[in-house]
Every structure is written in C-alpha cells, then in structure tokens.
C-alpha cells in the first residue's frame, strides 16, 4: 500500500504537483504498476522514472490524478551482447489519493 503523505500535506497549494511528482519519483522500485504499461511485451525497468503531473481535479474524498510516467522497457528474449536492448516508454494512469488517509491507488489507462 502506498501512502503520499507529503503530496496530502501540500493540497491545496502551489508546490502540490512539484511534491507529488518528487514522492512519486523517489517510490521504491516495484510499487508503480508499470508491467501494465509495457507497449512490446517486455520488462518495466523503473530505477529512473520521470513523471508528469497532466491534471489534477478535486472530489469529495479523493483527489484525482492525471499521470504520465516515463520509464524503460527491456526487451527480453534478444541475444545479441550482454545486455539485453530496452527502450523508452510512456504510459498514462489515473492516481487517487484519499483525502483522509493518503492512501494511493493507480489504474493503468490503456493508450
């Protein structure tokens, strides 16, 4: 479960997208659903993620989310050198944030 305490802190405010996207950023390897928006079929690779804040909009318990997030692919299944090739990525998800408890939820929007 992730929690975006900091990102809660700053609603409403000025520097709210700047620190959810540095919370977002700085999430442990693993805790983004990035598998699901793989676009080849292969591997998320999220050690260095780049994410764009797009739309933000308020509900009575949420706070709604519109998120890009760049990251890498890794191709499996090419033999060629030690290294398996990977390339960039982009996918789009719907983030909610509770409003009482900062719990984070994403949905992966299919592109």
């Known amino acids: ?40 079929g292969g591997q998320a690779d999220d050690q260095s993620i780049s994410v764009l804040v797009n739309t933000v909009k308020e509900q009575d318990d949420t706070i709604d989310i519109h998120i890009g997030v760049f990251f890498y692919e890794i191709m499996g299944g090419c033999s060629c050198g030690d290294e398996p090739p990977s390339e960039n990525t982009y996918c789009e998800m719907l983030l909610s944030i509770d409003k009482r408890t900062a719990e984070a939820s994403f949905n992966v929007l299919v592109t």
């Open 1 to 40: 479960m992730i929690h975006l305490s900091q990102s809660l802190a700053q609603w409403p405010g000025d520097i709210f997208k700047v620190t959810l996207k540095k919370e977002l950023e700085a999430l442990p390897s693993g805790s983004l659903p990035l598998h699901l928006g793989t676009q080849r």
